[in-house]
């Protein structure tokens, strides 16, 4: 499996995808530890949306409307009846992604996960481990509703920190966690 290249354009892309899926504003307007995944991705798809209209705006030079349409085309996520994320088939088994953008040349898989045990946690993995033998980039997010954030304060620690570095060199797998 070759891995798709880190440029500095597709790390910038990536950076603008994850704050567009990751924004303060999201977990501050929602209260994310009851609501339902989809509930949460309901409240993820339009920050995306803007973030990614302005990048169009930035990168094409169009207008906003025109970049926005262009924008909703680039994005593909199950809340829209109008698109559908494809299928991948790994081991006999159907996947796919909770969205995907394809921005820049490039095919990036979004995984959400929320979860205050292992075992949410551990899946996500296995998805974003599926999910990098088809697309170029997998951001995978985990919501941390443990009371005292236990996980999202554990993702830094050296064992962990060095497992993360791993599946971003070898796989392009990002872990991002609020």
């Known amino acids: 499996m070759k891995l798709a290249s880190k440029s500095k354009n597709r790390l910038a892309i990536l950076e603008m995808i994850e704050e567009g899926i990751s924004s303060r504003e999201i977990f501050e307007t929602i209260d994310y530890k009851t609501q339902s995944e989809d509930k ?66 490039i095919k990036v898989a979004i995984e959400v996960k929320k979860g205050n045990r292992g075992a949410a946690l551990r899946e996500g993995f296995g998805q974003a481990m599926i999910y990098s033998t088809a697309y170029d980039f997998v951001l995978y997010m985990f919501i941390d509703t443990s009371e005292d954030g236990r996980i999202k304060n554990g993702a830094t620690a050296i064992t962990e920190h060095a497992f993360l570095d791993n599946i971003w060199d070898n796989f392009n797998i990002k872990f991002i966690v609020v």
């Open 40 to 105: 949460i991705k309901q409240f993820i798809y339009p920050n995306l949306l803007n973030h990614l209209t302005e990048w169009v705006m930035e990168k094409k030079d169009f207008s906003k409307g025109l970049a926005k349409e262009k924008a909703k085309t680039m994005i593909k996520w199950e809340g829209n009846v109008n698109t559908t994320v494809r299928n991948i088939h790994f081991m006999g088994t159907a996947n796919r992604p909770d969205m995907t953008v394809d921005i820049g040349g």
